[in-house]
């Protein structure tokens, strides 16, 4: 979270649960909260059909598209940890085991990956804010906001050496590699066809594949959490420690970057998280605060396991704003996002904003998982 200016007087604030900086006309658009729809938006050339959507699933999580046919989409996107892997930073390929509990297997030369794995969770609304309709293609992607759309993310992991791709393992052309693959399974050429019709031409191809994923993927969404009825006019949907922590959150300034729909601004901020990546990165996509209740650790570094140390660290940074706002400091540490305020914190505030979180959070998101998939290779390490 990135604080705005100085809050005022909570108590005063208290009369209205809607009464508060940022939730009515007045606001800018990216500040307003408001419900999420009910449907991801979906690119002209993909819509999410019932056929598609269950081709993607099972692509999703059949480990055929790794070259070392041990490693799937799944693997660190678990419907059992949220669509993420509970760990700091991801394991990819050499690794054995789902979730906080997969470790690599004997030595590896294979590159750390650096960042912690983003949930799935409502990633098909990535862009969207109050008052825009984003297009599903502009759609940012990553941490670092590196791709633009899921069908251009989806290919991306699995190119990735130390994602699904591996050292001795490493093919000229991974995709095209996993889609071969897939094509001499002839359960899979039945239900490319089915999803997808073609006309003319070779139904299993890359962009298909990537359009199929990305289809299954859209449609993981989380529009019936607390928040959404308690926006839509149902005033008893959160407590009243929710309710006095939605007004914590305004007045602190959160909403200045965890706006909208998604909680997101979907902007690069520099919030002085660490980063050990080559050329050292610096600003990082807002995360949404959506279902946090099941995508801990926090940060681009998965550094903060708890909600509790995110809401410290945070509060904790006056003193660095004002160093880095004033010329002091590190000489080789960059300037902190201006955004950046001190939260003024109570100690009641601290519990009373981790239950607003909580109404972030949809307990019924989908967490069905295949029994099996076409390729007949075990799923040990993707659910």
């Known amino acids: 979270m ?86 700091p930073v991801p394991i990819g390929v050499g ?50 906001s590196r ?32 889609v071969r693959r897939v094509q001499d399974i002839p359960d899979y050429r039945e239900r490319f066809r089915k999803a997808f019709e073609p ?27 607390a928040i959404d009825r308690f926006l839509q006019g149902d005033t008893m949907a959160l407590s009243a420690e929710q309710q006095r922590g939605l007004r914590v959150f305004q007045d602190a300034g959160c909403v200045h970057c965890h706006g909208g729909p998604m909680f997101s601004d979907f902007k690069t901020h520099y919030v002085g998280v660490p980063d050990s990546s080559p050329g050292g990165q610096r600003a990082f996509r807002t995360p949404t605060l959506r279902n946090l209740r099941y995508t801990a650790p926090y940060m681009h570094n998965g550094s903060l396991r708890t909600l509790r140390e995110v809401l ?26 201006p955004l950046l305020k001190s939260m003024r914190l109570s100690d009641e505030d601290f519990p009373a904003l981790e239950s607003f979180f909580d109404s972030l959070s949809d307990a019924t998101y989908d967490t069905s998982a295949p029994s099996t998939v076409p390729s007949g290779l075990p799923l040990e390490s993707t659910r």
């Open 2 to 87: 990135i604080a705005g200016p100085a809050p005022p007087d909570r108590a005063a604030s208290a009369a209205s649960p809607l009464a508060f900086p940022g939730s009515g006309a007045a606001a800018p658009p990216e500040m307003r909260l408001t419900p999420l729809p009910l449907r991801a938006p979906e690119p002209p050339d993909n819509p999410g059909t019932a056929e598609k959507i269950a081709l993607g699933r099972l692509l999703f999580f059949d480990p055929i598209l790794s070259s070392t046919r041990d490693v799937s989409c799944a693997t660190c996107h678990s419907p059992r940890w949220g669509w993420g892997d509970a760990r």
């Open 95 to 144: 690794g054995a085991g789902v979730g906080p509990a997969r470790m690599f297997v004997g030595p590896s030369s294979l590159p750390v990956l650096l960042r912690n794995t983003p949930t799935l969770l409502n990633v098909g609304f990535n862009g969207l804010v109050s008052g825009a309709e984003p297009a599903a293609a502009a759609a940012p992607m990553f941490w670092d």
């Open 147 to 178: 791709a633009s759309g899921l069908e251009s993310q989806v290919a991306i992991p699995i190119a990735m050496v130390g994602e699904m791709s591996g050292a001795g393992h490493q093919e000229r052309d991974p995709m095209a590699e996993a």
């Open 199 to 225: 006309r003319a031409g070779q139904a299993v191809t890359p962009e298909h594949l990537a359009q199929a994923i990305a289809a299954f993927e859209r449609s993981l969404i989380t529009p019936r959490a």
């Open 312 to 337: 410290t660290f945070y509060d904790g940074l006056a003193e660095a704003v004002t160093e880095t706002l004033e010329g002091g400091g590190a000489s080789d540490r960059p300037p902190l996002d």
